[in-house]
């Protein structure tokens, strides 16, 4: 079934992924959260240690790099003070990806307007290397948001597909399409 309905999203122009943890995932998150929300620390450390890779991702696909490491800070802070009004502990990981998109298009609401200097232009520090790093990284965030995303999670984070399917609730097979997907749009711009 899941193939059948994979293929039949294929025609979308716009992606379309399920958010489906795995039954073990979901249990032991919602287990952390519990402790958590009575006041452990260390269980909530060990929901840091499993999502700040993703949400870094999800932030770093949205707003500048620079500003990343603040937010996935502020993300986790929020996220463990409204850690009590979180109905379901098993949609932990959802939850907590809603909270950084969000807080991504927070960012931009609040951002004041920023000139962009001429590419012509080099910075003292910048080599040859980095410079065609974020120039790529550029060429990602042109990507419809859910190859975007998923770009992020396997090119920068390192995160296999598989990791990606259950630390953000894709599907594994939508999170192979996304990547082929998303690869094949970033070649193409690539050729450009």
């Known amino acids: ?12 122009t ?7 943890f795995s039954p073990s995932h979901a249990a032991e998150d919602a287990d952390l959260v519990r402790e958590a929300q009575r006041g452990d620390q260390s269980a909530f450390a ?3 240690d499993r999502y700040a890779r993703v949400i870094h991702g999800v932030l770093l696909a949205r707003v ?3 500003d990343v490491d603040d937010l996935v800070q502020d993300v986790f802070l929020s996220a463990w003070n409204r850690l009590t009004v979180l109905r379901d502990p098993a949609a932990f990981g959802g939850w907590l990806t809603i909270i950084a998109r969000n807080r991504a298009t ?13 590419p012509t232009l080099e910075a003292r520090d910048t080599t040859a290397e980095r410079a065609e790093a974020l120039r790529l990284l550029d060429i990602v965030r042109s990507l419809p ?3 975007r995303e998923t770009l992020v999670l396997r090119l ?3 995160l296999s597909g598989p990791e990606i399917a259950e630390r953000t609730g894709l599907t594994a097979a939508s999170v192979r399409v996304n990547l ?7 070649r193409e711009k690539l050729d450009r």
């Open 180 to 186: 082929h997907r998303g690869m094949k749009m970033l």
């Open 14 to 20: 716009t992606p379309m992924t399920l958010t489906r």
């Open 106 to 118: 927070d960012f931009h609401r609040r951002s004041p307007e920023v000139v962009e200097l001429p």
């Open 145 to 147: 948001e859910a190859y």
């Open 1 to 12: 079934m899941e193939l059948e309905l994979v293929a039949r999203l294929e025609g979308l």
């Open 64 to 66: 500048p790099r620079d």
């Open 156 to 158: 920068v984070e390192g």
């Open 46 to 48: 060990q929901l840091y």
